[in-house]
């Protein structure tokens, strides 16, 4: 049973950083891709970056470039998403999501497993 939890989100004033992990189980981390999406309220899931099986390729979303790094460490089965210059258009439900094979991608329904989300709030 194939398992992501999310974990490090909190509330935070403009300006500051979190970083968030993602703990995976029950997969060959390895041979999967990850990436972190977010959903503020009333709003569609929308990308955030997403990094290849191997950690050698990153992408971002335009709105994050510069403050935002998404790592991962293989031996220990986490993904991180590093959020730097958070503003109060960053509020949201972050989820870390798993895609099967090597290749990252930008769209949610390529995404083979989720977890459960975490909510992360920048105040003004």
């Known amino acids: 049973q194939v398992q992501l939890v999310e974990s490090g989100g909190g509330l935070v004033q403009t300006g500051g950083s979190l970083r968030l992990s993602c703990a995976a189980s029950?997969?060959?981390?390895?041979?999967?891709?990850m990436g972190w999406f977010r959903q503020a309220p009333g709003k569609e899931r929308e990308f955030v970056a997403t990094?290849?099986?191997?950690?050698?390729?990153?992408s971002n979303a335009d709105s994050v470039k510069g403050r935002f790094t998404i790592s991962r460490d293989n031996p220990q089965n986490t993904v991180y998403l590093q959020m730097n210059s958070l503003q109060p258009e960053d509020t949201a439900v972050y989820y870390c999501?798993?895609?099967?094979?090597?290749?990252?991608?930008?769209?949610?329904?390529?995404?083979?497993?989720w977890g459960q989300g975490t909510q992360v709030t920048v105040s003004s």
């Open positions: 999501a798993a895609r099967g094979g090597w290749r990252g991608s930008t769209k949610p329904w390529e995404y083979d497993y």
């Open positions: 029950g997969l060959t981390f390895s041979g999967f891709a």
């Open positions: 990094i290849t099986g191997s950690g050698g390729t990153t």
